[in-house]
């Protein structure tokens, strides 16, 4: 593999997989810090609506500077955030107030970090001389990979090391990534704009910003697939995050959740894997049908709440039509977001992406609490069953196929930015 898109997946996956040990690890450090169960649960309240509003405003300076040089930049900042924690825990002692500081720190690279590597794929797809379909195949099963690997490092990792210690590691992790990512060389992080995107690019940031999101709401094929994906996260994380916990608990096996989101982890990269071997071929309507049936026969799997190996083998289904679908649209997002928009739209699409889950674990928690656990999960899978289905007839998505003229093509000129 060449060069490029091996610093580019490397780099992806090291990151993705720093975020997922840090994701195990700091929640329990909090409860050994504080002794509070509420502590926790505030660190991460704190860091979600910065994070967000990092992830809508971020957009615009992603789509000022060299991609390559933003997504150096966000990953610094991660590492940066994260090995403050030991550092201070070494020199004076860490306290709530500072997880907080920091984790709203962090929350400032996180979103933005990944806008900025979504921003940068169609360069590397350029630049690589791999097929998009095959690139972006690669890239959902190693984020299937950290997503297998990361707890279970986390947890080793707890037992080794004491305290803070272990987000040495997780800085490294981010450390690492903007390392890597520094062997892309700079001109491919260099924006291609159209001659119709030169017209648009004076203004101030907060032109900009309206002017993305303008594209955005004016975009069916933009405006139905962001509402699925979101619909898709928050029954996912309401399954993830409360009703499969409360049912494992009540059958008094609360350790089989771990097995259950190892099952969709799988089933991610096995999705993933197949889509970088064939997604080229066949048409691409045939693959988004796979992954819109697949995660409705998932879901209803899990739904039914009849024994944990069903839930299980519903985990799995999901997770490989999830694998599927999702690199598909990854591929639509760079023939069909204008280059010199991605980071308005992207950034956008990934706030609402991280608010997602609140929302359902909500929902879901309300259900539960007056209704039953399993009312709540029919309920919920129902709504996420209601946009599939009519994702199958949205007129946006029936021609899937590249476009004779994609979008940022014509009368490209290049941008060299800092």
Do not use: C, K
């Not at 040990?21 to 991460?44: C, E, F, K, N, Y």
């Not at 967000?52 to 500077?65: H, K, S, Y």
């Not at 892309?184 to 032109?207: F, K, L, N, Q, Y």
Request: charged share 10%; no cysteine.
């Amino acid at each position: 593999m060449r060069l490029i898109p091996f610093a580019y997946l490397a780099s992806y996956l090291l990151s993705l997989l720093g975020n997922s040990i840090a994701g195990v690890a700091l929640p329990l450090i909090v409860l050994q810090v504080t002794g509070s169960a509420l502590g926790a649960g505030a660190v991460a309240a704190a860091t979600a609506v910065p994070a967000v509003l990092a992830g809508l405003l971020m957009g615009v300076v992603i789509d000022r500077i060299n991609r390559r040089t933003s997504s150096v930049l966000t990953d610094l900042v991660s590492a940066a955030a994260v090995a403050a924690l030991p550092l201070i825990d070494m020199l004076s002692g860490l306290s709530l107030g500072w997880f907080i500081l920091f984790g709203i720190v962090g929350s400032l690279g996180d979103v933005p970090g990944m806008t900025a590597r979504d921003a940068l794929l169609p360069a590397i797809v350029r630049h690589s001389g791999l097929a998009s379909e095959r690139l972006v195949g690669i890239r959902e099963s190693l984020g299937a990979v950290a997503l297998l690997l990361g707890p279970a490092a986390a947890g080793t990792l707890m037992v080794l090391f004491e305290g803070s210690t272990v987000l040495w590691i997780t800085a490294a992790t981010s450390l690492a990534a903007a390392l890597l990512t520094l062997l892309i060389p700079h001109h491919v992080g260099d924006i291609v704009v159209t001659a119709e995107g030169e017209a648009t690019a004076a203004g101030s940031g907060w032109v900009q910003l309206r002017l993305g999101w303008r594209v955005l709401l004016r975009s069916r094929f933009l405006i139905v697939t962001t509402a699925l994906s979101v619909v898709s996260v928050i029954v996912l994380a309401s399954l993830q995050g409360l009703i499969l916990p409360v049912y494992f608990t009540r059958l008094e096996q609360p350790g089989m959740l771990g097995f259950v989101l190892t099952a969709l982890a799988a089933g991610m990269l096995v999705g993933g894997t197949i889509y970088a071997i064939a997604g080229a071929r066949g048409r691409r309507r045939a693959w988004f049908l796979a992954g819109v049936f697949g995660s409705a026969l998932g879901f209803v799997l899990i739904a039914a709440l009849s024994s944990e190996w069903v839930v299980f083998g519903g985990a799995f289904v999901v997770g490989l039509s999830s694998g599927l679908f999702a690199s598909l649209m990854g591929v639509l997002m760079i023939e069909r977001v204008p280059e010199q928009m991605r980071g308005r739209i992207m950034g956008t699409q990934n706030a609402i992406l991280t608010a997602a889950p609140a929302f359902g674990i909500l929902t879901a928690a309300v259900l539960t609490e007056y209704a039953g656990v399993n009312v709540a999960a029919i309920a919920l899978v129902s709504v996420g069953l209601i946009a599939l289905g009519l994702s199958v007839f949205a007129p946006s998505l029936r021609n899937l196929e590249p476009e004779s003229a994609e979008a940022g093509t014509g009368g490209a000129a290049v941008i060299h930015s800092a």
